[in-house]
């Protein structure tokens, strides 16, 4: 049910069908995003109705090899499914919509938004398939959405994306407002500006909790306007000869509208190269949000017939992912995009934790094609944070003056220091807050807020690069990273149950020490496999099982002994019948 009204005021009760009266408990709970950059999901529940706001992924770091994202674990949810009524998205971005297919692939749920976030999400579910098409429906700041006993309001809010909303809630309880990512940007490129009066208006209403986003809560001051990077983008057309390429997430819709802007300045022709930022572009393009004049945007392979000094390219893969445009043109491999001697190479976007040596292996190898690589070491006008600082959240807890604060999005310290600065904003006035972890649930009730003692089922949910299916289990990424940091050793044995010997061993050695010690270790390791086995009974050798794991102790223990435990292989045993 959506509707252009105001939103109700939070109710008392509600009738079931047989006439009982629900109660007024309220509890939130985080399953992810909170101490951590990335996974955003919160749930919110009262009487038999759950909704849920975001559904986001995490980047996997070095620790996780062959993982591609990381998902929430949903067991809360699934556990809850005849409850949920809607999952509601506050923008565009990967760390608050990455999930959404995981979520729909397993449970039936409709999804709102606005306009530009759902088109990224239809793209997204375009590469799964479903039982069922799934139900997406566009949402505005400004409309009501009535979800059970909930009715939801979006506020626009600016960000480094376009259509962002903060989410004002109401409850049983109260009053609940997210504010999800934001800034206040006082000059948004779209001219679009911060609802300052909805927040208001909320705050005299009385907001029962507020929400707020942590990742810059240890930064002093205000964060700079999109528009400060345009200084920085003039300058650098003005002093290129050559090609220029720009790369940046590619839903910063904000900084391809300025790029464009300065090449219609600069009269150079602009060409999208990577799936992920023209299909962006394309869906802001088409619901008016990007402008782009004609005559300038040409398609990547008639870039070429234009001189060097006159293109543009912007590219896909700011975060040096492997396989990306970017990381493929700076390797000189990419079958449309060359990089050459003079060029201009700039990243307007941020590193995300943990990309940081992928990305600046991709800078290495710019260098190497002789470009002028300019990122945040080197050019930091280059990009502005999408999030608010210190004193950006100071006023929006005065507009807010909520009774109840729950900081969220970021590390502990953000959070920590978050809720901190809510304290001296506040003061007595602020009943209580919180720094919670996932899985924590806070309940608002007849006896006030605390937090339960019992905590719901979270974790991370890793996706394979290979399959994209889910890896089950701590199990199988403790054998990658035995495999990235000590190989494999494969013993393959051929048994004779008759005799109760190996009558053949064979250990096949990948990514192990190969030197003449690893060697001589090779020999005395098969020694040590023909021992074993000749200790075997007969009961023994018939038992597949059992031999493998007295293969597979007896050549770790020999290894660990041999090595003073330096070298802990994954050992893979073949046991063939002679």
Same mark, same amino acid.
């Given at each position: /049910? ?19 009266? +629900? #109660?007024?408990?309220l509890?939130?709970?985080?399953l992810g995003?909170l ?7 919160m ?20 620790e ?6 990381i998902?929430?674990? +949903?067991?809360?949810l ?10 509601v998205?506050? %923008?565009?971005?990967?760390? %608050?919509?990455?999930a959404? &297919?995981h979520?729909?692939s ?15 999400v239809?793209? *997204? ?5 479903f039982h ?12 009501s ?16 994306t376009? *259509?962002? /909303? ?9 009053y ?26 909320? !705050?005299?209403?009385g ?25 920085? +983008?003039?300058?650098?057309? #003005?002093?290129?000869e ?16 300025q790029?464009v802007? *300065?090449?219609?300045?600069h009269r150079?022709k ?5 799936? #992920?930022?023209?299909?962006a ?13 004609p005559?300038? /945007? ?16 912007i590219?896909?893969?700011? *975060? !040096?992912?492997p396989?990306s ?21 700039a990243f307007?976007?941020?590193m995300?934790? !943990? ?7 991709m ?8 470009a ?18 210190? $004193? ?19 590390d ?16 007595? $006035? ?9 899985g924590?649930?806070l ?14 089922p ?7 690069? !290979?399959?994209?299916?889910e890896v089950?289990g701590? &199990? ?8 990235s ?32 010690d690893?060697?001589?270790?090779l020999?005395?390791?098969? #020694? ?5 086995? &000749? ?7 018939r ?36």
């Amino acid at each position: /049910m959506l509707s252009r009204a105001g939103p109700t005021a939070p109710c008392d009760s509600v009738d079931l069908d047989h006439g009982e009266k +629900l #109660s007024n408990e309220l509890r939130i709970i985080p399953l992810g995003g909170l101490g951590e950059f990335g996974m955003n999901m919160m749930a919110i529940e009262s009487g038999s109705d759950l909704i849920v706001v975001d559904a986001g992924t995490l980047f996997p770091g070095p620790e996780r090899p062959g993982i591609d994202v990381i998902v929430p674990d +949903l067991a809360y949810l699934l556990s809850r499914k005849e409850n949920l009524r809607g999952l509601v998205l506050t %923008h565009a971005h990967q760390d %608050h919509i990455g999930a959404v &297919a995981h979520v729909l692939s397993r449970l039936d749920v409709p999804v709102y938004g606005t306009a530009f976030t759902l088109g990224l999400v239809r793209k *997204q579910l375009s590469e799964f398939s479903f039982h069922k098409p799934p139900h997406l429906v566009t949402i505005k700041p400004g409309e009501s959405l009535v979800l059970g006993r909930f009715t939801v309001e979006g506020i626009h809010v600016t960000h480094s994306t376009v *259509q962002c /909303m903060a989410l004002a809630i109401s409850t049983p309880a109260g009053y609940v407002l997210h504010t999800g990512d934001f800034k206040i940007d006082q000059t948004p490129i779209d001219g679009r500006k911060f609802d300052f009066a909805k927040f208001a208006e909320y !705050g005299d209403r009385g907001v029962l909790l507020l929400c707020s986003d942590s990742t810059n809560s240890d930064v002093p001051g205000f964060c700079k306007s999109e528009r400060a990077v345009t200084t920085a +983008l003039d300058r650098i057309f #003005s002093g290129a000869e050559e090609a220029l390429f720009f790369t940046c997430f590619s839903s910063a819709i904000h900084r391809v509208q300025q790029i464009v802007d *300065q090449a219609v300045e600069h009269r150079r022709k602009v060409a999208l190269v990577g799936r #992920s930022v023209s299909t962006a572009c394309d869906i802001a393009a088409n619901l008016g949000l990007l402008r782009m004049p004609p005559g300038t /945007m040409v398609r990547p392979h008639d870039l070429r017939t234009y001189p060097r000094r006159d293109r543009v390219t912007i590219i896909a893969g700011s *975060q !040096g992912e492997p396989m990306s445009s970017l990381s493929r043109a700076a390797r000189g491999r990419h079958n449309t995009v060359e990089i050459e001697e003079g060029d201009v190479v700039a990243f307007s976007a941020k590193m995300i934790p !943990g990309n940081e040596a992928r990305i600046y292996r991709m800078v290495d190898h710019l260098y190497r094609q002789g470009a002028s690589v300019l990122y945040g070491g080197n050019c930091p006008d280059l990009h502005v944070s999408g999030h608010p600082c210190q $004193e950006e959240l100071k006023l929006v807890l005065n507009l807010v003056r909520p009774r109840y604060f729950l900081p969220v999005h970021g590390d502990y310290r953000q959070l920590a220091q978050h809720r901190r600065l809510a304290s001296e904003v506040r003061g007595r $006035e602020l009943e209580e807050s919180w720094v919670l972890e996932n899985g924590q649930i806070l309940q608002f009730d007849e006896f006030g807020a605390r937090v339960l003692p019992d905590k719901a089922p979270v974790g991370h949910c890793l996706i394979d690069a !290979g399959t994209g299916e889910e890896v089950l289990g701590d &199990a199988v990424m403790w054998d990658r990273r035995r495999l990235s940091n000590f190989g494999v050793l494969v013993p393959v044995v051929t048994i004779d149950e008759r005799k109760g010997e190996a009558t053949d061993v064979e250990i096949i050695s990948r990514g192990f020490v190969g030197s003449e010690d690893a060697k001589a270790l090779l020999d005395e390791t098969t #020694s040590a496999i023909q021992t074993a086995i &000749a200790k075997s009974t007969r009961a023994e050798l018939r038992n597949l099982e059992v031999i493998e794991d007295r293969i597979r102790n007896g050549v770790q223990r020999h290894v660990a002994r041999k090595t003073a435990r330096r070298s802990r292989p994954l050992v893979v045993p073949v046991v063939l019948d002679a």
